[in-house]
Structure formats: C-alpha cells, structure tokens
C-alpha cells in the first residue's frame, strides 16, 4: 500500500488516510487543529489544564497543545494517580519526564488524598467492575483539578474509539441525556463550578493515537490499565474495532449521528444543577456521586 | 511460512502462516486490524494489505484504551 501523498510506502491505512510516516504525522495534528478550530476548543489567551496519565494518549496531546499553543496560552498538566500499583507510579514518571521536556508544569491529585484509599484498596473492598467507580472519581477529581489552577478549559485526550464506544453505550442504556452531553466541547449547562472539556482528538482513532505517539518516540508504556477490559464497555470496544475494520469508518458515522441527534435537541431542556451539600461543586443530586462514593468507603 | 513474533501478553511465539499475508496473521491472531499494529524488526509498519517478510520479527502492539 502506498501513501495517497507521497507514494512511499504507507504505514496507515484509516477513513483518515493511506499514509507514510511523516504525512501520517502531519494528518494527525492537522485534524487536532481543525477540530480545535471548528469547535473553537482553545481561545488566544485561555489556561488549558491538559489531563495527563502519562500515556500514549496524554503525552500526544500534550505534545501536540504544547506545539501549537504554548506561546499564546497557559498550559498546565494535571494528573490523577488512581493509586493503581506497578502501573500508575510508572506512567507518572514518564508524564514528569515530558512535562520537563515541553517545559509545562504539572500538578498531581490523588484518589488516596480525596478517600483515604487506592485504587487498589477500593477493589479489594468494593463488589462490581472497578471502572464505574474509577471514572467517577477521575471525572471528580479532573474538574476539581481544573478548577483550582484556574483552567479555562480542560483536555482530555479521548479519541474516537472512546466516543463512539460512550455513543453506543448509552444508546444501548437508552440514556439519551447522558449522549446529549459528549462531543468534542463537553457539558452543555454553563456553571461556575464546572470546567468545559475540550476532546481535540475526537476524530482520531485509538491506533492512530497510539501509531502517533510512537513515530514521534513517545517513550509511552504499551499496556492498559490491569483493571481496563472488564464488562461493558470493554465488550463494545471490542465490537466498535471489528466494525471499523469490516466497514472503514463506522466510529466516525456513529460519532456524527450523536452529533446531529445533539444539534437537534433542547440540551438544557429540564436539566437543573444544583450544589453538592458536601463539596460544593454541581451536582444534578443534593450528594454528589464522588462524595456519595467518599462516604461509602470512609465508612 | 513462519514468522515469529513478540508481544508483551504472550512473550514470543512462532506463527505459521499459508499465505503469508499480514490480514492472515491478523486473523490467526484474533485481532482485527484496528485493533494492531505491527512492527518488523526493521522499525516496518505493516499494512493489512501487505505480505509478511519472511525473515522479518514482528513486534504485535495491541491497541488499547486509556492512556
């Protein structure tokens, strides 16, 4: 297969491109600016927290916002340590390691200092799949994160698999409130208390990001998370990869069709933020759901 | 043909292969091929259209999520 651009061989073949090395490379951060463009993500002159574990994902993004953006904005990374043994305390070594390199500084909050406990004691103590109560202390504790250095605006590095894979998941739920509320600028309720999300990579694929981060060198390391893979969401995941490679860009009709379902919704339509009786920040409920976990496991 | 291959879930292990395709060896693999992505020894990035160097020691990077 060769390059659509160069005719050199391709060491890509996706919906975005057939493409060598070095074009595959300019592609890629091409379409991150376009999406910051188009859904004007970054504004001259915003402090962008850029959520940071350490990984392929992150070190991309960062490299990336760092490039483009660090003389006409603040950046700040922020990372979250889950407390996950033999995994977390690696990629944070790494995210200091590049952070010095692109000269951001960087700020660490952890699950132990929120709770009292790991990621790793949450697991030994807590029935279920350990990703549902992951992702709503990680969610928490971003927006808290952002919002105590002051960001305009957070960047998480989530990519199209992972979109499509939230599409999919809650249409399956038939949670269609909770679809309204992705997309590459997410939360649709403006409230002091919470920090927009930018996704610069939401038209970039998992491999993409992952074949990005190692042309560039990116010294990531190459294996999930030892509790990733389970129930749901890793079921989907696995079903969205085979789709895309049977029907070249399926992850993107699925993102799209999210997008004109959005676009045609009343997306404030009944939806009431209130404050969390015990941290302060909004919340649908009067407990929030990272303190009503708090609770459940200082107890 | 055989091809030998690296992976940090299974270490290494030889493959045989009748056509020699990388979409074979995608396929005995499990995978899919947005789901990998495979490394000659020569830093060669495999497309799924391509056919397998026979003396060629591929690296098999699943891709994963998170990160």
Redesign the interface.
């Known amino acids: 297969m060769e390059c659509e651009v160069c005719n050199l061989p391709a060491v890509v073949s996706t919906n975005n491109g057939t493409l060598c090395g070095e074009h595959f490379k300019e592609r890629f951060e091409s379409i991150t600016l376009e999406t910051i463009k188009k859904y004007k993500l970054i504004k001259r002159g915003e402090t962008v927290a850029v959520a940071n574990s350490g990984g392929k994902d992150s070190l991309s993004l960062l490299y990336i916002i760092s490039k483009y953006f660090r003389k006409s904005n603040k950046i700040i990374s922020i990372t979250i340590d889950e407390g996950i043994k033999g995994y977390r305390d690696k990629t944070m070594e790494i995210m200091k390691e590049y952070c010095k390199r692109y000269g951001v500084d960087y700020k660490i909050y952890s699950y132990k200092d929120f709770t009292g406990k790991t990621m790793d004691d949450i697991t030994g103590v807590r029935k279920g799949i350990p990703c549902s109560a992951c992702g709503v202390l990680r969610r928490y504790l971003i927006n808290y994160a952002a919002s105590e250095v002051k960001a305009d605006k957070v960047a998480t590095a989530h990519n199209m698999d992972d979109e499509a894979e939230n599409v999919v998941m809650n249409l399956v739920q038939n949670d269609l409130e909770k679809m309204i509320r992705l997309g590459a600028y997410s939360g649709i309720v403006k409230d002091g208390g919470f920090v927009p999300r930018i996704k610069p990579f939401l038209f970039l694929s998992e491999k993409e990001t992952m074949l990005f981060s190692i042309l560039n060198g990116i010294n990531a390391i190459h294996t999930p998370c030892p509790y990733a893979g389970f129930g749901f969401r890793g079921l989907i995941s696995r079903k969205i990869k085979q789709f895309e490679t049977e029907f070249k860009g399926s992850k993107r009709n699925i993102i799209e069709s999210m997008l004109k379902i959005k676009e045609s919704t009343d997306t404030k339509k009944g939806i009431k933020i209130n404050r969390c009786i015990h941290c302060g920040f909004p919340s649908i409920n009067e407990v929030c759901e990272a303190c009503k976990l708090r609770m459940e496991l200082q107890n | 043909m055989e091809v030998k291959l690296k992976n940090?879930n299974f270490g290494e292990k030889a493959v045989s292969l009748s056509s020699g395709s990388v979409k074979e060896l995608i396929e005995k693999l499990d995978l899919?091929?947005?789901?990998?992505?495979l490394?000659g020894k020569n830093g060669?990035?495999y497309?799924?259209?391509?056919k397998v160097d026979e003396k060629d020691e591929i690296n098999v990077?699943e891709?994963?999520?998170?990160?």
């Open positions: 940090v899919n091929d947005d789901s990998v992505i490394i060669r990035i497309t799924k259209d391509e990077i891709v994963f999520s998170g990160g």
